[in-house]
C-alpha cells in the first residue's frame, strides 16, 4: 500500500497511525498508542508536584555497600547482548539472571557468559511476565533493562518494587505522567532507578564538562546537542530490531524520540537540576520524508513496511530554555542521509567548543579567549589532555579493550559498580533521568501546538537552586571489598 499523503502533520497525539504494528507483532503489549496528550502534569505554578505522604527525596541519598554487585538483565536484543558482557567484566560484577521473552536468546546469553569463564546466570524469558519472576530472586541488587522503549516505564517501575536498582536503556519512559511515576515510586521504594546514558561518559563530553566547571568558557550561555544518526537501513532490516519497534514509532506520532545522547551532556555541563533547571520547550519538525524515500528505493514491495505510513518529522529540534537565560537547542533525526553526530557544542562568553568538526583524533575543535582572537579554530586535543576525566585516566585502557561506543559504555558499567560497592551517591539520578526524557512528550505537545512553548515540570520539587556534584566528580577507587 503507498504512503498515504492524506496523514496530517498535525497528528501528532492520539491520532497519529499505528498502521503495520499489529502485522509486526510487536511483543509484548502490541502496538503501544501514540503519545498521549498530558503534556503538563498537575503541578504548582512553579511546575513541581508536591511530594506524596510518605515519600522524600532521592537527591543525595548513597547507595548501600555492596561486596559485589549483582546484575540482571532484561531484554537481549542488539544491545542487551553486548552490555551484558560488560556488567561480567567489571571488578566486582556479576550477572546472575538473564531474561528474554525469547528464551533461546537468554540461554544463548548465559552460554556465552560460560564460555567466556563466567558463572553461568539463571534463565528466564517465555513470555511477558518472565522478568517479573526474575525479579523475585534475592540475589540480584541491579536491573539492567534493554527491551524496546514502550516496555521502559513498566519494567523499571516493577524493578523498584522488587526492592532493586535499576539502570534503563534510553529512554525510561515516553510520557511525563509515567516519568512523575518513576519518581515517586523511587522515592518511595528508597532505590535508585537512572537512564543508562552512556554518551554522558564520552570523553569528549566529559572533558568540555570539566572546561565549562573551571571557567574556560566563560558564562555559558548556550549549548546545542543531538542524535544526527542515519539509522534508515537498520530501520528497514529484518533482523536488527526485533518485530521492527523502532521503525513503528515514527508511524504513531511526531516527537523528538530519542534526544538523550546530545541533550544530556549539554545539561549535564549547564548544572541543569545543580543550580539552574529547564523551564520551557518548544519544537519544530520537518515533514516525514526520509523513511517513505527510503523504502521506495531500496525496499521491495512484498515487505512488510509497505503497509505502514510514516508521520514523524525527519527532523525535529527542540529549543529549551533555562530558568538562567541559557538556550538549549536539542535535534534528533534517523531519516536522513548524513554522517553521525551528537554535536556536543558549548558556548559562553568567552568561548565556544563543537565535537564532531575538527581533523585529529578528538574530532573536535575550540576558540577560547584570551588564548584564541585571530577568527580561527584551534584542535581540542592539548584542552582534552589536561581537562581529561579521571574515570578517563583510570579505566581509559579497560574501557577501550571491554567496552562498545569508543569505551564509553564500559565506563558508564564501571562507574555504576564502584558507586554500589563504594556505597557512593550515583552521579545520574532519577531526576536527571526524567528531566532529559521529557523532550518526548513535551515536543509531541509543543508540535501539537502549532510550535508554541510548554512548561518543563521540575522533577526535582524545587531542588534544583542547590548546586551539588553530579557527572563532574572527584577520583575514587574500586572498592578492593566493601562490607555488604
Excluded at 91 to 111: L, S
Excluded at 202 to 208: K, T
Excluded at 448 to 456: C, E, K, L, T
Aim: positive net charge.
Amino acid at each position: 500500500m503507498p504512503e498515504k499523503s492524506a496523514v496530517s502533520r498535525r497528528s501528532v497525539l492520539g491520532g497519529a497511525l499505528a498502521t503495520g504494528a499489529a502485522a509486526a507483532g510487536v511483543v509484548g503489549v502490541g502496538a503501544p498508542p501514540a503519545l498521549a496528550a498530558d503534556a503538563v502534569e498537575p503541578a504548582t505554578t512553579s511546575g513541581w508536584r508536591p511530594h506524596r505522604p510518605g515519600q522524600k527525596s532521592m537527591i543525595g541519598v548513597p547507595y548501600e555497600p555492596h561486596r559485589t554487585v549483582r546484575v540482571a538483565v532484561v531484554g537481549l536484543g542488539q544491545r542487551g547482548t553486548g552490555m551484558t558482557t560488560g556488567w561480567s567484566v567489571v571488578p566486582g560484577g556479576v550477572v546472575t539472571a538473564v531474561c528474554d521473552v525469547r528464551t533461546e536468546r537468554a540461554e544463548r546469553t548465559a552460554d556465552r557468559l560460560v564460555s567466556a569463564g563466567k558463572p553461568r546466570p539463571a534463565v528466564y524469558g517465555g513470555d511477558d511476565n518472565a522478568y517479573r519472576r526474575m525479579l523475585r530472586r534475592d540475589d540480584i541488587d541491579l536491573v539492567y533493562i534493554a527491551t524496546p522503549w514502550e516496555f521502559h516505564h513498566r519494567q523499571g517501575r516493577d524493578a523498584l518494587l522488587a526492592g532493586k536498582h535499576a539502570i534503563v536503556e534510553l529512554p525510561v519512559a515516553t510520557e511525563l505522567h509515567e516519568l512523575w511515576d518513576l519518581v515517586d515510586t523511587s522515592e518511595r521504594t528508597r532505590r535508585h532507578l537512572f537512564l543508562a546514558e552512556n554518551c554522558s561518559y564520552g570523553r569528549n563530553e566529559l572533558a568540555m564538562l570539566r572546561m565549562a566547571h573551571e571557567g574556560l568558557f566563560g558564562d555559558v550561555t548556550n549549548g546545542h546537542g543531538g542524535y544526527l544518526h542515519d539509522l534508515r537501513a537498520l530501520l528497514f532490516s529484518d533482523t536488527y530490531y526485533t518485530d521492527s519497534w523502532r521503525r513503528l514509532w515514527h508511524t504513531r506520532s511526531i516527537a523528538s524520540l530519542y534526544p538523550m545522547h546530545g541533550l544530556a551532556p549539554i545539561a549535564a555541563a549547564m548544572d541543569v537540576n545543580r543550580g539552574d533547571r529547564m523551564t520551557t520547550l518548544r519544537a519544530t519538525a520537518t515533514e516525514a520524508r526520509g523513511l517513505a524515500d527510503y523504502r521506495a528505493r531500496h525496499v521491495p514491495r512484498s515487505h512488510p513496511s509497505w503497509r505502514e505510513t510514516y508521520v514523524n518529522g525527519d527532523l525535529v529540534t527542540c529549543l529549551i530554555e533555562t530558568q538562567r537565560g541559557r538556550i538549549i537547542r536539542a535535534e534528533h533525526d534517523v531519516s536522513s542521509p548524513r554522517p553521525y553526530s551528537r554535536i556536543n557544542s558549548l558556548a559562553g562568553t568567552r568561548g565556544i567548543f563543537e565535537d564532531y568538526a575538527g581533523t585529529s583524533r578528538t574530532g573536535g575543535r575550540v576558540y577560547l579567549e584570551p588564548d584564541h582572537t585571530d577568527h580561527r579554530w584551534r584542535d581540542f586535543e592539548r584542552l582534552r589532555t589536561e581537562f581529561d576525566h579521571w574515570l578517563w585516566k583510570k579505566v581509559g585502557d579497560d574501557a577501550a579493550d571491554n567496552g562498545g561506543h569508543g569505551g564509553m559504555d564500559y565506563i558508564l558499567q564501571w562507574r555504576t559498580v564502584q558507586q554500589m560497592r563504594a556505597g557512593l551517591v550515583p552521579d545520574i539520578d532519577v531526576y536527571d533521568s526524567a528531566v532529559w526524557c521529557a523532550p518526548i512528550p513535551l515536543s509531541a505537545a509543543s508540535l501539537r501546538a502549532g510550535g508554541r512553548p510548554v512548561p518543563v515540570p521540575d522533577f526535582t520539587r524545587g531542588s534544583w537552586v542547590n548546586k551539588r556534584p553530579g557527572l563532574d566528580s572527584r577520583p575514587s577507587d574500586m572498592p578492593a571489598a566493601a562490607t555488604r
